[in-house]
Structures are given as C-alpha cells and as structure tokens.
C-alpha cells in the first residue's frame, strides 16, 4: 500500500508556487499562509501516519467567504484542494498532495450559540466533538456521538466522515444528530442545509454531505443537536467461557427487546492486554468479556441491568460486576478506552482494522480471523462495539521487518474481505479515504461506483477538492486496508481510539 | 448481445401499456431502459396513498410498483427488516409485530385526508417521501432508519448503497438523498430498514391548556427533560370531539405527552414529568396504554382533518418560533395542531389566495422555517410552489438530479419545475 497511486502531480502547478501565495494573499492575510518547508511540516499527515506527503502551501482561512474565494480561485486555476480538520482521522482523509492547497479549518474555533430553547448548538467546524459537552452539560445537556478520539477530534471532521462511537446503538451516528451545515462548494457556492429544523426540505443534502469525507464540500458551520443528560448510567462487566456464549449473550439481549447505550465485547488476548496496561478489574480468564451499559431512570437501567444478568447466566456467564459508582463505571471504561496503547506494549506494531459484521456473525468472524492469524502467523486482537457491530482487530507485527508487513497487509484485506462476505461494510466509523480506497470493488460493483462519481462529478466536474480518496484511481482493486501505528509513534499517541 | 435483447423481449410487459406493474427489479430496470431511450416519463406511484402531495405533472406511462411485494430477510436479533419497495406498512407492520418491533419513527397516514379510510402506503413510498409522525424528535424520520437500498436510476442501471448492518461509512450515503427525493431520482427496489423493539407500555399526560404560551412551554420542558418523551402535540379546543376517551375529561385545549418504556419506569418518569411541569391535579388526567395508543393513532393519522375538503398545509419551525408564526396565522381563519413538541404546525386552511399562501410562506421562511402544501384546491395546485426551494439548492438540487436521472423521466416536475 506503500505504493498507493495518488492523483498525477501537475508540475505546472508546483512551478507556479510563488504566483499562487502571491494571489492567494489578495484573499487572505499572509500570515494565514504557510508556504516554506518547516511550516508546513506538521501537515504531511493526519493520524494514518504511515502516508506522509507535504502540501504545496497551507492556507488558515478564518472566515466563509475566505473559504469561498479561495476554492472559487482554486477551481478557476484547476489547483487541487484538501480540507483538514483535526487531523485526527484514520484512515488518511487528508493526506495531502504535493500539488494542493491544504485548507486547514483550525481558526474556525468557536462555538457560534448555545440554543437551549431549540437544543441545539452552532459551532464552526474545528471545534471539538466533547467541547460541544462541555459547553452545555453545566444545563444538563450533551451531544451523543462519542468516538474516542473526541478530546481532539473536530465537529467538522466528524460530520465529514460521519463519526459513531459506542453509544452509536441508541443514539446514532453524527448523520443522525446534525440538524443543519454551512458549506461551500468547488466552485465557491456558499449553501446551507438544514438549520434548526427536523428534515429540511427538498434533497437531503445535509444527508448527502455527511460522510463524504471532504470530497464533496468543505463544512463551515455545524448546527448538532443536544439531548439532556439521563438521570443514571450503569454499567456491567460480564465475563464468557466461549466467544460464542458472548454473541449469543448479546443477540438474546437485542432479541428481548433492550436497546443498551452501549455493548462492548474484547477477546482474551485484549482483555488480558488492556487490563495489565490499565488495571481495570477485567476478568482475564474469560475468553471473551462484554462491557454493556445503560442509560435512563432508576427504575429503567435496574430492570435492564436485572434481564441482561439472567440473560447473561443463562448463556454461561462466568463473572459479573456491575459499576457501584461512577468511578467504577469510569474504570471498567478506561480499559477498553486504552486498547491502543495496551496493543503497542505487546508487540513493536499493530494495524487496526475497522469492518462492520451483522453481530450475529461475531463468532463466525472471529474464528475466521483465528484461522487467518494461525496461518500468517501474526496476533490478532479484537475489539467489538457489539451493539452496533462494529468490529476493530488488532494484528500485531514489526514493520522492520519487510515479511511481516506484507503478511500483515495481506491479513488485514482478508479480513475486510470477510466482513463484506458475511454481509457486513469495509468501514464502520474510520472512513475510506485512502486506507481502503483499493477494496472499494469489494463493496460495491462499477455501476454503483459510477453513480457515487456522477455525484461527485456534478459538484466538482474538475475533481480538484480532495482527489484521490474514497475511490479507486482507474478502479484497480488492491489487496489493502488498514491502519499503521509504528512504535506507538502515530499522530496523537495518547487519544484514545475506536 | 442478441441474448441481452432476446431476454428484454420476453421479460417485457406490454411496452404499450400505460401502466407498468413490473414483479422483478429486472424488469424495473428494462422498463426505465426503454423509457430513457424513448425519452418517455414516467409516474412512480404504488397505493396512492401519497399521490397528491407534491406538483401535478405529466407523464405517459405510470411505473406501478404494488405487484413488487415480500418481504425478503427478517432478522428481528439484527433489528432490521429487507423488504421489496411495493411491500405495503400494513404487511411490514404485522410481520415486525409478531417479534414486539416496529418501526420507530412512526410514519404519518395520509389515507384519512385524502381518501377517507386508512392507507399508509407501500414502504418505498414511506421512505421517498419521509413524513415521519410524532416520535420524530425522539428517533429521527425514515432517513434515519434506512440501512441500505436497491434502486434503478433513470438510466435503468441498478445501483445500490448501504447494507443490513448500523454503522456503515463506506462510499456516500444515498440512502439520505434518495429518502424525501418523491420518486425523482431513483425508483427504490429494495430497502433495509432499521426496526427497534416495540415498548412494553406507555402512558400519555394530557395537560388542560387555556393559553398556547404555556402549551408550548410545557412542550419545550418535556423535550428537555431527562423523562424522555415520545411524543409531543397540543390541540386547539375545536378539535375535542375527535377525542372522546372514557379517562379525557379534560374538555378544553389539551397538551398531551407520551412517555414509553418499561412499566415502572413510565409510571416513575410521567409522575416525575408531571412534577417538573408542575401540573396541579386537577388540570391533568393520564391516558394509560390502550388509549394512550389510540390518541397518538389519530395523531399520526391526521385524523382532526380528516374531514377537510380543502387545504392542509405544513409548517415545520424551530420551536422557538411556533408561538409567533401561530399569532401570524390567526388573521387567515385556520385551524391547527402542533405536532413533534412544537417543531411542526399542521395548518387547515379554509379559505386560500395565492397571496396568503406566499405571505404565510413569507414569515415561515423568516422564522427559519420551510411550508409544504399537503392539499390544495386542484384550481390552484398549478399556480402554487408545493415545497419551498431557493436559488442556490435549486441550482446544486438540478445537479443532483441530473446525476441520477439525467433525461428527467423519473416523476419529472413532482416536486420543482425543471426538475
């Protein structure tokens, strides 16, 4: 993947670097500009960290009509563009090139309103997913959708890559909890969808957009909404004897009518692994360990809690512990929430995969990835967002070692490829962008990729705003997918992931 | 290529016919293929039940999907339900019964309005048009609950995105621009949608209301109380008659709000509701399951207008401004409800000019709102803008549609002119 073909770089362009800094500091001021080598070092990559490239020059715009006239510039030159938020994806969304613009969207910082009367929060795009909390959880309120990495993580970016998180069962995607987006166009066109109200109008484009991973629009404005905090969140770790146990613990759960806010299931080896890393009270002799939680009043979250342990005794539950505080709960979490960190103490490298399997596939799939990893001869560990089945393996591997990253590669395609074969998706919550873009062919077939580039072709018929993600380059499928941490050297080592 | 033309042959319907009632995607797709050659439009419609909402139009030849029925994959552990587009709610319904699921986001019965008894339709018709009834605030509209579709653009390729499974991210979500888009960009063929388990019980707290400020103050409360409501609405005092329950003795003006759930906990959080909107004994009664379910029935059935002869229309507004667009509207002689606890006012016009509808239009759009003409008298349906579009999405709305439907034969002009 190493050798993952990018977009041809137009030299033209690179040669006229000084002459577009020099037209672009008629939009902007200059020192929102980066142009010499060292400034714009720390944007040759975002958290897929493996894939470095720097950009031509980086432009900070700090307002929407800025962003306007820049990509109104840009498309009439037939310069490409990248938009950057955090910086914190996974999956290499914005990766620049070596003939973009880098439109990074950090100076658009600040939270806009705080609408209690209508529940809703407008911010601009680099704000962080758990700033938006912060902001109104002194009222009672929150904003669902928590991936892991939302300490630093901009709203922006999760709206373009329509972040989850383990909450996503019950509350939904950030797809599910945005009710408006200002955007501008290729063309410069600024448009806005949505707003305040439930299900705009006409085309759903605030639909359309989310998800799209930077390649469609770059996102100015954000309008989410906020739910009040539940009275009570409980939360119980349960350990298995088998990992089929576990999967049928968690289908009769669903099957009996409990939407829990959020399930988590961890095989052995992880388990093991993330409770010596964070002594979180794990049981590690279990083979498979379920965190399950809910959320709602008193009376609710005990009667959940009581069916889901009957249910949990009746498919031979070999422990249960149920959080007494909100320490404890916090605790069992902080396990869970460290699988990337405790995978970098076992091994010098680890990939993170990311597929989606209906959960009742859970156990199917995971004897498949045993059966794969005995036969690459690489250590796979799994994390499981149960609830909505998301699934994240671990294999672990050293990259200085040529053989072994090959193996890991190819291990890593075939599990993906598994996950489509069951009836899952390539990628549940980290995106496409160039990590999977080769396995695209695996999901979907020429004529609903075409349709997908119709799209893309209609809103920016030069294809300049971020080419090169999301669909293959001449539709070669590749046998690669996943994400790289070297040494625990990735982009923002301490956040916790997935 | 012989083959290919051989087997278009034989699996083709009558291609003279009017009406098309195709039983297999195949010949959906041969169809469309014959009528973007020929350049012929076509009308997509199913049960009818939502046929008069949106622009009229012409088209030769209607695409009838009710002979393209079943159900295709009910997995009740995997909360999801895959079924052909023609499927009618009725059958879905009685299926997802069976396991105690549903679909949550309640999707609104038109039957009533339009033809006097119930029909809600077929399920590519639910999703196309994306009426979603009172949970809405709670569980999003039927955009929220597709997981993945089927469809024939207007080219007559099969195209398909999404799947069976929640969370999903790979490629664009067309699901979303396709639900709400009134048959005008693909016509669906198979959909998987989201089905959640039915609460055991529910209760509803129905508030005597004089004043319509504090109707929607005890609405905008139980949205933001952590007693998760389900349901929201506040009905005028000339629609008591439709509510003649043995325990509503309230007679006036009603706030009602839904709670649901496990039993205890919807005794516990409607005594907690009750208290947080400090509603005195005597200005409240509780409907209990049984009725509680029959009111939100009418509720989702519009059944209050259910004798209308003439003009619906609805009005959706952040909640902020409900109060202010309601005072506007007194001057036209109307008669409404609020629906989704103050984010949507449905609006019986007895009387209508083209100038009140753009002047209501007018303050709506101002509040930052948008108003869809339900039903209008046929002598004006012409001269009206059924939905609301301004320049900029209208131009980027053309794009799109030529994207999927590139010679404009899939319901062309049903929701825009041109488009």
Not at chain 1, 471 to 482: D, T
């Amino acid at each position: 993947m190493t050798n993952l073909q990018m977009p041809k770089v137009e030299k033209s362009i690179i040669s006229n670097k000084d002459k577009i800094v020099s037209d672009i500091s008629k939009i902007i001021k200059e020192d929102n500009i980066l142009s010499h080598v060292d400034e714009i070092k720390p944007y040759e990559t975002d958290a897929l960290a493996a894939y470095k490239q720097a950009p031509l020059i980086v432009v900070l715009p700090e307002t929407v009509e800025e962003v306007s006239a820049i990509l109104k510039y840009c498309n009439e030159n037939k310069i490409k563009v990248v938009p950057r938020g955090a910086g914190t994806g996974l999956s290499g969304g914005a990766l620049p090139l070596a003939d973009c613009v880098l439109l990074a969207m950090g100076k658009f910082n600040k939270i806009i309103e705080l609408d209690f009367n209508n529940k809703c929060v407008v911010a601009q795009p680099c704000v962080t997913n758990l700033a938006i909390t912060h902001a109104v959880q002194d009222k009672g309120f929150y904003y669902a959708p928590d991936p892991s990495s939302q300490i630093a993580c901009s709203i922006g970016g999760n709206v373009a890559e329509n972040s989850g998180g383990v909450h996503s069962l019950k509350y939904g995607a950030t797809t599910n909890n945005l009710l408006g987006i200002e955007v501008v166009l290729m063309d410069g066109t600024i448009a806005r969808f949505g707003g305040k109200t439930m299900d705009a109008e006409g085309y759903d484009f605030l639909g359309l957009m989310t998800g799209s991973e930077g390649l469609l629009a770059v996102i100015t404005e954000v309008t989410v909404k906020i739910l009040k905090s539940p009275e009570i969140v409980k939360t119980a770790l349960v350990g298995f004897s088998t990992i089929d146990d576990a999967g049928n613990c968690v289908a009769q759960i669903i099957a009996q009518g409990c939407i829990p806010a959020g399930m988590e299931i961890m095989d052995k080896a992880l388990t093991k692994a993330t409770n010596d890393y964070s002594k979180a009270g794990y049981p590690t002799d279990a083979e498979a360990m379920m965190i399950i939680e809910f959320d709602g009043t008193e009376h609710e979250v005990e009667e959940y809690i009581n069916k889901v342990k009957k249910i949990a005794e009746k498919n031979n539950s070999s422990s249960l512990k149920i959080s007494k505080s909100k320490e404890e709960r916090l605790k069992f979490w902080a396990g869970r929430k460290a699988a990337f960190p405790a995978c970098g103490v076992l091994a010098p490298d680890y990939m993170c995969m990311d597929g989606s399997i209906p959960r009742g596939k859970l156990a199917e799939v995971l004897k498949e990835i045993t059966r794969l990893s005995k036969k690459y001869d690489l250590p796979v560990a799994n994390a499981f967002h149960a609830g909505d089945g998301n699934l994240h393996p671990l294999i672990m591997f050293d990259a200085n070692d040529k053989e072994s990253l090959r193996k890991t590669e190819e291990l890593g395609a075939e599990i993906l490829k598994y996950c489509v074969k069951v009836g899952g998706a390539l990628t549940g919550e980290h995106g496409v962008g160039i990590e999977k873009r080769e396995l695209m062919c695996e999901a979907f077939n020429n004529t609903d990729i075409q349709q997908q580039l119709t799209i893309k072709a209609a809103l920016d018929p030069n294809s300049l705003l971020n080419p090169g993600k999301v669909y293959p380059i001449l539709r070669k499928c590749a046998e690669e997918g996943r994400v790289h941490v070297h040494g625990g050297k990735t982009k923002f080592p301490d956040i916790p992931r997935f | 290529m012989f083959m290919e033309e051989k087997q278009n042959f034989q699996t083709f319907q009558d291609f003279n016919t009017t009406i098309f009632k195709p039983k297999s995607k195949e010949e959906i797709s041969q169809i469309i293929k014959e009528c973007y050659k020929k350049n012929i439009p076509l009308e997509i419609s199913c049960y009818k039940s939502k046929k008069n909402i949106g622009r009229n139009f012409q088209a030769e030849k209607t695409l009838n999907l009710s002979e393209y029925t079943g159900i295709i994959e009910y997995k009740p552990e995997e909360l999801y339900i895959k079924v052909k587009a023609g499927t009618s709610l009725k059958e879905i319904k009685s299926e997802l019964d069976k396991h105690n699921q549903q679909l949550a986001f309640e999707p609104v019965d038109f039957g009533l309005l339009f033809n006097g008894k119930n029909n809600e339709g077929s399920i590519g018709g639910v999703v196309a048009c994306n009426f979603a009834g009172p949970r809405r605030f709670k569980v999003g509209s039927a955009r929220d609950h597709v997981l993945g579709f089927q469809g024939v653009n207007g080219k007559g390729e099969v195209i398909k995105s999404g799947g069976t499974v929640v969370k999903n991210v790979t490629g664009y979500d067309l699901s979303k621009i396709l639900s709400g888009s009134f048959g005008t960009l693909t016509v669906l063929t198979e959909i998987s949608i989201k089905v959640l388990p039915k609460p055991p019980s529910n209760k509803t707290l129905i508030i005597n209301s004089p004043h319509l400020k504090k109707a929607l103050e005890f609405l905008r409360l139980a949205l933001s109380s952590s007693s998760d409501p389900s349901g929201g609405v506040f009905y005028p005092e000339y629609f008591k008659n439709h509510f003649t329950f043995n325990d509503l003795t309230i007679k006036g003006p009603i706030t009602a709000i839904r709670i649901e759930g496990l039993n205890q906990s919807v005794e516990y959080r409607i005594t907690k509701l009750r208290e947080e909107l400090k509603v005195d004994n005597n200005e409240h009664v509780i409907l209990e399951t049984e009725q509680s379910n029959i009111f939100w029935e009418k509720t989702k059935c519009l059944q209050v207008f259910s004798e209308l002869k003439n003009n619906l229309i609805r009005i959706v507004v952040p909640p902020s401004e409900s109060f202010d667009i309601i005072n506007k509207l007194k001057i036209y002689n109307v008669k409404y409800f609020i629906d989704w606890g103050g984010n949507l006012i449905w609006v019986q016009l007895d009387n209508i000019s083209l100038k009140t509808l753009r002047d209501i239009k007018e303050f709506v759009v101002k509040a930052s709102g948008y108003l869809t003409v339900i039903k209008i008298e046929e002598n004006l349906k012409a001269s009206v803008d059924i939905f609301t579009i301004d320049p900029i999405k209208y131009k980027i709305t053309e794009k799109i549609k030529k994207s999927f439907d590139p010679k404009r034969i899939l319901n062309p002009g049903k929701m825009y002119s041109g488009i």
